[in-house]
């Protein structure tokens, strides 16, 4: 080999080792994405021959190390052995090869975070993540509140298992919905599982809906004498473990099975990046050992990714409510596993510009584990496009941002209705305009669309009846419901309009006493003065003057007016109850008998004086529920604060 080349080729090799090692690292420890799956395998199977080629390998080799260091605070404990990575290819003819004449089990290769799990005397007792594959992270009280694992098992013996910790698909998008900054925090169900799981509070795990998927038996009490990993998986299922999918598998069906695999993948709900082809032999497995980084028995399979070529037709950039605006690439329409697509997150700044992506280019695509749209290359190369100077959304001057090298376009301006979510949100909520069917989901994409800049553009959304049927996830359905919603909405009264406009502190009870004391005129309720305010039993000093203050502001009257002009405010008749329940605090829980619903029964209390809070609490002064002797958790709290709990007759009775 010439010395010159032999340089070459090792100064390439350098160049990747820190390349990759920089691109694994952020995406395991930061959850940020600099690179996409099909680029890192690209540039990981180069490195991987560049090696064999020269007999180079670095210490610091991803093809050497299995992961990095844990980071988090979580106390940690070394592995009894080390947890070694599995081979892999990405040939069918591989995976028949390493089976030859032998029977297998072919399962799925989950996409989370692996955890051994230890049992002892029935019980769960140990939890450990994989963590760099010699020192995981000990994560039992996490693991207790899993959705699918048994704390306690028939099985009385010593019991070791590895298994992987999933969110599915569907989770995902509900807690990305949920979560304020799930957008800005995760990218993929691999990354919030991660999160969710390495929690030094539980309760943030449980409330993540974590399934953990067991695909290994490492040990149990020599009796056992289990002869096949089918055998072991056999029995794991029947004592309350959910087991990974796994088929038998040989020459003669090796093709049906594999074929099997294959069509599933893009039905599944939970993510899957390959799969994984072990011996079913154990006594054969364990006579073959293992190698410095794999063991011998195993081998992984990553999908071949289909890919298609199209071009690019645009770079949309997408406003969130944590300032950060995404780069989405919009192109040629192309068929991918079945499926019709047209538009692929970017990420951020640093990919487009590694993408060197222009308007025009032609660009391959294709779907991470068969699923999420992603760019694997750009055939053009042009590197014309650059991150829009104004927000799209407000118009205001953006700002480039580096974060460990990684760039993301920023709007820095405080007043972005893309930040304003939550605002638009509660305009449309039940207590404010009550426009049915707005999801905060929906509100985001029209923000982003421009079809909404302030609240009373909802009342105009039919200027952008064509935009809104095109959007992805809508249609004609959808937008006949939403605009439905928006006519009904339309006749509505004071306390919805004020309640509806945001004020700082006040909530629906607060602007129910507004409006009375005013008579329900709007013009009154507008111009409520510091010494009006004040002069309203219930209304204090700070609230008073922050009203003042909030409505002395022009943006605010001109949104009030123009919201104005859009609805028709109806004439409520004055009520005559007295204020009975003035300063008490009710919570209300169970079915109800002699109301209509349980939001007929909050607002006769709330007519009278009274407040209904959502939980019990030391400031609750009764928990109406029919059902009095039930153990309900507000029931249990509610004794245990010596609070006492009323049925609705006795309510009626006060």
């Known amino acids: 080999m010439d010395k010159n080349e032999i340089m070459n080729d090792r100064e390439r090799i350098e160049y990747l080792v820190e390349h990759l090692n920089k691109a694994r690292m952020t995406y395991e420890q930061k959850d940020i994405e600099i690179m996409s799956n099909f680029e890192y395998d690209k540039l990981y199977d180069e490195l ?16 050497m190390n299995v992961g990095y260091e844990v980071l988090s605070e979580l106390p940690k404990e070394r592995h009894p052995s080390p947890m070694l990575s599995l081979d892999k290819t990405k040939e069918t003819e591989t995976l028949k090869s390493f089976l030859g004449d032998k029977d297998g089990l072919l399962s799925w290769k989950m996409d989370g975070l692996t955890n051994v799990l230890t049992y002892s005397g029935g019980e769960l007792v140990k939890a450990v993540t994989r963590g760099n594959g010699e020192i995981g992270e000990i994560i039992t009280n996490n693991a207790k509140v899993y959705k699918n694992l048994p704390l306690r098992i028939p099985y009385k013996g010593n019991l070791v298992i590895r298994g992987e910790a999933i969110i599915t698909y ?41 399934n953990l998927y067991v695909f290994g038996l490492i040990s149990t009490d020599p009796d056992m004498g289990f002869k096949t990993r089918h055998e072991g998986f056999e029995w794991l299922n029947s004592i309350g473990f959910t087991c990974v999918e796994e088929r038998l598998v040989n020459k003669d069906n090796f093709d049906e099975v594999f074929s099997y695999f294959k069509t599933q993948v893009s039905k599944n709900d939970f993510p899957s990046d390959g799969l994984v082809l072990s011996y079913d032999d154990l006594e054969y497995s364990a006579s073959l050992g293992r ?41 040629e329409p192309v068929e991918l596993e079945g ?78 209705a893309a930040k304003k979510i939550k605002s638009f949100s509660l305009f449309v909520s039940r207590d404010a305009m009550n426009i049915e069917g707005i999801s905060e989901n929906t ?16 009342f105009r959304i039919d200027r952008f009846k064509e935009k809104i049927v095109d959007l992805e996830g809508f249609g004609e359905k959808s937008y006949e419901n939403a605009h439905n919603a928006v006519e009904k909405a339309r006749k509505t009264n004071a306390v919805r309009v004020l ?64 919201l104005l002009n859009e609805v028709e405010l109806e004439k409520q008749q004055e009520s005559t109850a007295e204020l009975k ?74």
């Open 48 to 63: 991987k021959a560049l090696e064999e080629k020269t007999g180079y390998v670095l210490s610091q080799s991803p093809t």
């Open 170 to 210: 569907s989770e995902f998008e509900r807690i990305n919905e949920e979560i304020p900054d799930a957008d800005a925090k995760y990218k993929n169900p691999r990354n919030l599982c991660s999160g969710s799981v390495r929690q030094l509070n539980n309760a943030v795990t449980a409330q993540r809906n974590v």
């Open 291 to 331: 190698t410095a980084k794999f063991p011998r028995d195993s081998i992984a399979f990553k999908w071949q990714d289909e890919t298609a070529e199209t071009s690019l037709l645009k770079i949309e950039w997408s406003a969130s409510r944590t300032g950060l605006i995404n780069p989405v690439a919009v192109f």
């Open 339 to 416: 499926t019709n697509v047209s538009r692929a997150s970017i990420h951020n700044v640093s990919i487009m510009e590694g993408l060197k992506l222009g308007i025009g280019d032609r660009i391959e695509v294709f779907k991470a584990n068969m699923i999420i749209p992603q760019i694997a290359r750009n055939l053009t190369q042009s590197g014309t496009a650059v991150p829009p100077g104004i927000c799209p959304v407000c118009g205001t001057e953006t700002e480039v941002r580096e974060d460990d090298g990684v760039k993301v376009l920023m709007c820095n301006n405080p007043d972005c």
């Open 443 to 458: 509100i985001e994409k029209w923000i982003n669309e421009g079809i909404l800049k302030t609240t009373p553009d909802f």
């Open 499 to 562: 309640f509806g406009m945001g004020v700082p502190n006040i909530g629906i009870a607060t602007a129910k006493l507004i409006c009375k004391h005013f008579g329900n005129d709007i013009e009154k309720i507008r111009n409520a003065s510091y010494e009006e305010l004040v002069a309203i039993d219930g209304i204090g000093d700070v609230i008073a003057r922050e009203y003042a203050d909030y409505f002395k502001r022009k943006e605010v009257n001109d949104v009030l007016d123009d």
């Open 581 to 654: 329940f003035d300063n008490m605090t009710f919570v209300v829980t169970g079915s109800v008998e002699k109301f209509k619903n349980r939001n007929e029964l909050k607002a006769y209390i709330e007519e009278r004086g009274g407040k209904v809070a959502g939980s019990v609490s030391s400031k609750t002064d009764y928990l109406i529920n029919n059902d009095i002797t039930s153990n309900s958790s507000k029931n249990k709290e509610a004794r245990k604060l010596n609070i006492r709990i009323i049925n609705e007759d006795e309510f009626l009775n006060l």
